[in-house]
């Protein structure tokens, strides 16, 4: 059986409230789970130690029973000292689109041209004003 440990969510329309759960990876999001080992409540101030609550003692126990925790919950678990979470480094996340990459370049192109278009008359002007 495989386990994650993972967000059920909670709470009403456009007020989220999360459950961390222990739950087989095959049963559905909201649905049945094996044990609650937290929460998290994303409405509160980031500095706010009552945003995330941990049960560190049943979580090491999951953990050392094969339990993969998601990457959300990996990030709560890194920040309490439970577990260690890799730094992701993705360099190509912030470049624009394949399409706005070519606008990009055509309008380049097209300031490179203007330009060389306006420095090429005036060497001609000069020498026929002479």
Do not use: C
């Amino acid at each position: 059986m495989s386990l994650k440990i993972r967000l059920a969510r909670a709470g009403s329309k456009k007020r989220p409230y999360y459950h961390i759960v222990i739950a087989d990876v095959r049963s559905p999001r909201d649905g049945r789970f094996i044990e609650t080992v937290g929460a998290w409540n994303p409405l509160l101030p980031r500095e706010g130690g009552e945003r995330v609550k941990l049960d560190a003692d049943r979580i090491k126990h999951w953990l050392g029973h094969g339990a993969l925790p998601t990457d959300r919950v990996a990030r709560f678990l890194d920040e309490a000292g439970l577990s260690k979470r890799e730094a992701r480094l993705n360099p190509n996340k912030a470049l624009p689109g394949k399409k706005a990459q070519e606008r990009i370049d055509a309008i380049k192109k097209a300031q490179e041209e203007a330009a060389a278009a306006a420095a090429a008359p005036a060497p001609a002007e000069e020498a026929a004003a002479s």
